[in-house]
């Protein structure tokens, strides 16, 4: 098997490449092991798939996902591959981001690409919320959205299950993947404010619209799936802490 990872410097990828053998990673930058393309125009892909039996297409931006990814596809069928593994996000076709729409976008391509394909969608990852929560504290409270709860899920937990499916056969939409514990929001901000020594008040609001509705509902939530073992804490006591 000779694998292919698009995304491979990024948060997921980073924890994903070690766990294979010998893979080729594909950026815009030359270095050991890479191979230079770009998901942006197409260039340098189909030498970058020459010789690849596999690719993890991890790469993801809020605009353009499903361009890419188009990219990344056809030029994948151009070369013969014979596993497209795919990551994508719980909920993603029940809440009306504009970047959840590119994801499901991107799902319908890989899975309408005539090539073997899996795709895993995962819950938020640990740092995600912990780099919202920086973020918005800047402001002097910690915003939450009221009556919504997350499943965050560790970064290296989703590595291990896409490693496991890449060695595997292709499988089509898999089980889901989620963090081992569902919780407020509420509750993990003032997590994430104990852990990093910010002393801000958690403040909920209940926002109106479609969005806001779907995490309220729980559609980004895989309780079925607590497949995950990170918990939030131990991210958070890792040092992670954005």
């Known amino acids: 098997m000779t694998v292919l990872v698009t995304g491979g410097t990024g948060t997921l990828g980073r924890a994903l490449v070690p766990l294979l053998d010998e893979p080729r990673v ?41 361009a890419s990814t188009g990219r990344v596809v056809a030029a994948a069928r151009r070369a013969g591959v014979g596993h497209l593994v795919h990551i994508s996000i719980v909920g993603a076709d029940r809440i009306p981001l504009g970047y959840y729409r590119e994801k499901v976008r991107s799902e319908e391509l890989v899975a309408g690409s005539g090539l073997p394909w899996t795709i895993l969608r995962a819950t938020q990852f640990h740092d995600l919320l912990a780099t919202l929560f920086a973020t918005t504290a800047r402001a002097g409270v910690l915003p939450v959205l009221a009556g919504a709860s ?34 407020t929001m509420a509750d993990l ?54």
Not at 30 to 35: I, K, M, S, Y
Not at 158 to 173: I, K, M, Q, T
Not at 207 to 229: K, T, Y
């Open 26 to 66: 594909l950026s815009r930058r030359d270095g050991p092991g890479r191979a230079v393309a770009d998901l942006d125009t197409g260039e340098g892909l189909d030498a970058a798939l020459a010789g690849i039996t596999t690719v993890l297409h991890l790469a993801g931006r809020p605009k353009g996902d499903a």
């Open 150 to 183: 997350f499943q965050p899920v560790d970064v290296a937990d989703v590595a291990a299950r896409l490693a496991a499916l890449a060695a595997g056969p292709p499988r089509g939409r898999v089980p889901d993947l989620g963090g081992p514990e569902v919780r």
């Open 189 to 242: 901000a003032r997590t994430w404010a104990r852990a990093t020594g910010r002393r801000r008040p958690v403040v909920p609001l209940r926002l109106p619209g479609a969005v806001a509705r779907g995490f309220r509902s729980g559609a980004n939530l895989a309780p079925d799936h607590a497949d995950g073992v990170g918990t939030f804490e131990q991210f958070l006591a890792a040092g992670v802490t954005a």
